[in-house]
């Protein structure tokens, strides 16, 4: 059977996943914002900050009153944060002020409260400060119709922050493409459950579901499936009913006996080859009622790595975050490949920067990949490499 170049692949489910591609936007409520994608850039509906404000605890004079120091200014009272506009400060007085209270009109300094000290009946300003101290004019972080944020920025914690200064409580944001993980085969049961002689528990739903809103997918359903066609079929409707645009499958590709998803979804015009890899040759691709079907093998390492490989990239880009990047890195130890047969080797990346294989090529070993961070780009017609070698790397 030929084999199907891994990057030849990769475009065929891009092309497959076309029609996912354009998202429509979404208003979602700023508390629920985080990690989300702005859409178009957001622009700041007022000034910040939006009034004077004292950037210290301290006292509100008037430089010009400060010629002589120490300066000793009568003492007219105190502003606290939240007060309403203050009356104008009077020339040669000085006005107790809190951290984030409006300064007010005629002040042009905070003279910081342990540069002061109190004496009868007023203040002793002990250093001279310049006007515009430790004053925060309005609009000084940014002004009102300023773009606060860009479009496609991912929204961390300092985003949201911003967003709530301005007072915006929704943000238009990328619509996250709807994801349903379907696991195949008898064998399989939820995690947790009792385990009886022959039983595994299903590692490749709760992989495929977080790596899927890694990459900012939203999982809409996550089912088991067993080995039966029909059941499988009713699983996808059930998943398309859910709203689900993109459906994952493991396992039942191959050329055993009980081969649901092929079973399934040959007869309705499912491509089902082999790709030049290892882990992670048998691979698929279908629709189902119009829905792309990407098929992934049933092996936990090879269900991840193409993951990683095929639909990661896809959705990131979809998502508006950043692809992630091939690095050339020096192996830290020697290694041997399997002749004839393109490699994606689990490896872990060295205090120093360098790389160091973790476990064989076996796609059973998931323990092995759990104790990785990048895979090993290792091409079809190199069987060995010295410590020191350079490969190129693919992060997990």
Same mark, same amino acid.
Request: one cysteine or more; glycine letters at 8%; charged letters at 15%.
């Given at each position: 059977m030929q084999r199907i170049p891994v990057e030849d692949y990769a475009a065929v489910i891009r092309?497959?996943?076309?029609?996912?591609?354009?998202?429509?936007?979404? &208003?979602?409520?700023?508390?629920?914002?985080?990690? =989300?994608? #702005?859409?178009?850039?957001?622009?700041?509906?007022?000034?910040? +900050?939006?009034?004077?404000?004292?950037? @210290?605890?301290?006292? %509100?004079v008037r430089s010009a009153d400060l010629?002589?120091? +120490?300066?000793?200014? !009568?003492?007219?009272?105190?502003?606290?944060?939240?007060?309403?506009?203050? /009356?104008?400060?009077?020339? $040669?007085? /000085?006005?107790?002020? @809190?951290? $984030?209270? !409006?300064?007010?009109p005629g002040a042009d300094t905070v003279i910081p409260i342990e540069d002061t000290r109190l004496v009868d009946g007023g203040v002793e300003v002990l250093r001279r400060r310049d006007a515009g101290d430790y004053v925060r004019e309005a609009g000084s972080d940014v002004l009102a119709g300023a773009?606060?944020?860009?479009?496609?920025?991912?929204?961390?914690?300092?985003?949201?922050?911003?967003l709530a200064a301005a007072n915006l409580m929704e943000v238009a944001v990328r619509s996250r493409v709807r994801v349903a993980v379907v696991s195949t085969g008898n064998e399989l049961v939820p995690p947790g459950a009792p385990l009886a002689h022959g039983s595994l528990p299903d590692a490749n739903g709760i992989a495929l579901a977080a790596a899927a809103t890694a990459v900012g997918a939203e999982v809409v359903d996550l089912q088991l499936a067993g080995d039966d066609p029909v059941r499988l079929g009713a699983t996808?409707?059930? %998943?398309?009913?859910? $709203?689900?645009?993109?459906?994952?499958?493991?396992?039942?590709?191959? @050329?055993?006996?009980?081969?649901?998803?092929?079973q399934l979804l040959e007869p309705l015009g499912a491509i089902v080859g082999t790709v030049d890899m290892q882990?992670?040759?048998?691979? /698929?691709?279908?629709?189902?009622?119009?829905?792309?079907?990407?098929?992934? +093998?049933?092996?936990?390492?090879?269900?991840?790595?193409?993951?990683?490989?095929?639909?990661?990239?896809?959705?990131?880009? &979809?998502?508006?975050?950043?692809?992630? =990047?091939?690095?050339?890195?020096?192996?830290?130890?020697?290694?041997?490949?399997i002749a004839g047969r393109r490699q994606f080797l689990r490896a872990r990346v060295t205090a120093?920067?360098?790389?160091?294989?973790?476990?064989? +090529?076996?796609?059973?070993?998931?323990?092995?990949?759990?104790?990785?961070?990048?895979?090993?780009?290792?091409?079809?017609?190199?069987? /060995?490499?010295?410590?020191?070698?350079?490969?190129? #790397?693919?992060?997990?």
């Open positions: 092309e497959l996943l076309a029609s996912v591609t354009d998202r429509p936007v979404e &208003i979602v409520p700023i508390a629920l914002a985080a990690d =989300r994608v #702005t859409s178009a850039e957001v622009r700041s509906p007022i000034d910040l +900050p939006t009034f004077r404000n004292s950037q @210290m605890d301290g006292y %509100a010629d002589r120091i +120490p300066a000793v200014l !009568p003492l007219l009272g105190e502003i606290a944060a939240g007060a309403a506009d203050p /009356a104008a400060l009077p020339a $040669g007085s /000085a006005i107790a002020i @809190m951290t $984030g209270a !409006p300064v007010p773009v606060l944020l860009p479009a496609g920025r991912r929204l961390a914690s300092r985003h949201l922050a911003a996808l409707d059930r %998943a398309i009913a859910a $709203g689900a645009e993109l459906v994952l499958t493991s396992g039942g590709i191959s @050329m055993g006996a009980h081969e649901p998803v092929r882990p992670g040759g048998p691979q /698929a691709h279908a629709r189902y009622h119009g829905v792309p079907v990407v098929c992934f +093998p049933g092996n936990p390492v090879s269900s991840q790595l193409s993951f990683a490989l095929f639909v990661a990239p896809l959705l990131r880009e &979809i998502a508006g975050l950043p692809e992630h =990047r091939r690095i050339v890195r020096a192996l830290a130890t020697p290694l041997e490949s120093d920067g360098e790389v160091e294989t973790v476990a064989g +090529p076996g796609s059973h070993l998931v323990a092995a990949l759990a104790a990785a961070d990048v895979l090993i780009d290792v091409p079809a017609e190199v069987t /060995a490499l010295p410590a020191g070698a350079s490969v190129d #790397t693919v992060d997990l």
